[in-house]
């Protein structure tokens, strides 16, 4: 079984997806006569991943676009600015979970972007609601040194499969899953947080070496987070349909209807117990495989075996510091000598109209037509020759997409927060936003700091992945004098060290006018205090968590004689904060 490049790219066709627009239009309709309820169109469209925004902000919605493993083409990057364009703010912004979302589309025009997606393969089906949701996959999939396989194929066979699919319609939530050529997550995809992730294994078996995956099942984020389980050290490849089948009928089965807050599989594990859960996966594997039906295996890719060797050339630094720190932080060389993977980082994830168009012509002329999203909220090139580096970096800086500390500290990642989402307590962009340019100031740390990550979640509900970086932040509320005082819960220590796998730790409730500052503090602490060889973890480890709580016991400190007005209201905004929260359908 053989896919095309264009095929790898596309999960949907103008012809199925006609259905789908034509009955958006429709219940749009319906719902301006006052034929169906809110709630009842509600379903409708979360299905179809289109969400409501704040109370404030009715008539408007976010549209989600579905970004399977995050492949995409120049025609469809073009395609995301022209919509950009059309019936957005401007902005395209990218998610954890390697989707593209729109923010301010009227509700009139959602079917026109629907379809202007189609026309180009791309959806928006499933990106919501008590579906699977965008298959998450490895950004350096085919090109990585330290991957075993290419996914690629195997997470374009799932999300293929699944889309539509009647088993995929009606579950009790939500339901996440990953796939990771590399076993030390150094393709920046956490198999251990997903209600089913696959992680490239391989097998000795005689003279052969076999194909597989080791699976995870149960992670999950939120406000009771939970470390995915071992669920099987090696599942051949060709059980990869079968498999997930078996798991996402089990879990529909069992998953709370009742109360959705209990709902995920995380909850059926807690529940039931890993054995349970396992013993009941393989009764209804066996029946599938009974069944006599025949799952398709992908063949390998072959991308990039028809570009030719590059001849030596070593990438140096120059004259100029800007671009000797971008080619440390942002270029990696891939395992196919000459060619490289080069990181573009916007800030929080949010490109402009001239961006995206800049990128699809760039795509064409350095790469091979395509680029990844990844859950930083980055996009990739691969197959960069050595030679065409310095030239890009140039084209880059004209549309300040230039700027370094990709898959470093200064690489900060942020959901869209009070901007947009009514589940929404503070505005994390411009927190990450100030963050962003903290880092600018001091690129030194970039360099020092490598592989820590910052991330920003506007609620508890961690769209922004605050539970897994080396410091995180979610949004709260401080009653202070009859006002409230937009803050931040801050934790350190989350993420993967030495193969343990952790969530972080709280150290307090920071107003969101303090939190760079509480930030600076204890990473000006590690630097200062480290030992040879120590990394963030360890020190941490050593010192402590609840030693950093002296770092910015004063930040916290709300006695009246410390309380400024300033500091009741939010970042990027002008008027006294107040937590205004409705039924969430960012999280949904």
Request: glycine share 8%.
């Amino acid at each position: 079984m053989f896919y095309t490049k264009e095929e790898l790219t596309t999960v949907e066709d103008q012809a199925v997806i006609s259905e789908d627009i034509r009955s958006m239009r429709e219940s749009i309709d319906r719902l301006k006569r006052g034929e169906i309820a809110e709630e009842e169109f509600k379903k409708f469209r979360l299905h179809r991943g289109i969400y409501g925004q704040r109370s404030d902000q009715k008539g408007y919605n976010m549209v989600r676009v579905k970004i399977p493993y995050g492949l995409l083409t120049s025609r469809q990057l073009t395609r995301l600015a022209e919509i950009t364009s059309k019936f957005a703010d401007g902005l395209a912004h990218i998610t954890t979970r390697q989707d593209i979302q729109y923010h301010w589309v009227k509700l009139e025009t959602v079917p026109d972007v629907m379809e202007s997606l189609a026309e180009v393969g791309l959806t928006t089906r499933e990106a919501g609601g008590n579906t699977v949701r965008n298959i998450v996959g490895s950004p350096l999939a085919g090109v990585s040194r330290n991957e075993l396989f290419d996914i690629t194929p195997y997470a374009h066979l799932l999300a293929k499969h699944l889309l539509r699919n009647s088993l995929n319609q009606l579950l009790p939530r939500k339901f996440k899953i990953s796939f990771s050529g590399c076993t030390d997550e150094s393709d920046g995809v956490i198999p251990w947080i997903h209600d089913l992730g696959y992680v490239a294994a391989l097998r000795q078996e005689g003279e052969k070496v076999r194909r597989g995956f080791k699976v995870l099942i149960g992670g999950g984020l939120g406000g009771q987070p939970r470390v995915a389980d071992l669920f099987k050290e090696f599942l051949p490849v060709e059980m990869l349909i079968p498999n997930t089948e078996a798991i996402i009928t089990v879990f529909n089965a069992l998953g709370n209807r009742e109360n959705r807050n209990k709902a995920r599989m995380k909850y059926v594990l807690w529940k039931l117990g890993l054995d349970e859960f396992r013993r009941r996966v393989d009764a209804e594997l066996s029946r599938i495989l009974e069944s006599g039906r025949t799952f398709l295996v992908p063949n390998d890719l072959l991308e990039g075996e028809h570009l030719p060797v590059e001849p030596d050339f070593i990438l140096k630094t120059n004259g100029d510091v800007e671009f000797n720190r971008w080619l440390e932080s942002n270029v990696v060389p891939q395992k196919r000598a000459g060619y490289n993977v080069v990181y573009v980082n916007p800030t929080i994830g949010d490109l402009r109209v001239d961006q995206l168009h800049a990128l699809s012509s760039l795509s064409e002329h350095f790469s091979n037509g395509q680029v990844r999203t990844t859950p930083q909220q980055d996009i990739v090139l691969h197959w960069i020759r050595s030679s065409d580096i310095e030239s890009l970096y140039h084209e880059l800086k004209n549309v300040n997409l230039n700027q370094p500390g990709a898959q470093h500290i200064a690489n900060v990642t942020s959901c869209p927060g009070a901007d947009t989402c009514n589940l929404g307590i503070t505005h994390s962009r411009a927190l990450g936003r100030e963050l962003t340019q903290m880092f600018q100031r001091q690129p030194d740390w970039s360099v020092i700091l490598k592989n820590l990550r910052i991330k920003i979640s506007g609620c508890p509900n961690s769209c922004g992945q605050h539970h897994v970086a080396a410091i995180g932040l979610h949004g709260a509320t401080k009653k202070v004098d009859g006002g409230e005082i937009p803050s931040y819960l801050m934790s350190i220590g989350g993420g993967m060290n030495s193969g343990n796998h952790m969530f972080g730790e709280t150290l307090g409730r920071i107003p969101a006018r303090y939190a760079t500052e509480a930030v600076s503090r204890i990473l000006k602490r590690f630097l200062l205090q480290r030992t040879l060889d120590e990394n963030f973890w360890q020190f941490a480890e050593r010192v402590g968590v609840r030693s950093f709580r002296d770092d910015i016991k004063d930040l916290s400190d709300l006695r009246p004689e410390k309380i400024r007005k300033d500091l009741f209201v939010d970042l990027g905004e002008e008027s006294v904060f107040a937590a205004v929260t409705g039924e969430g359908e960012c999280a949904a």
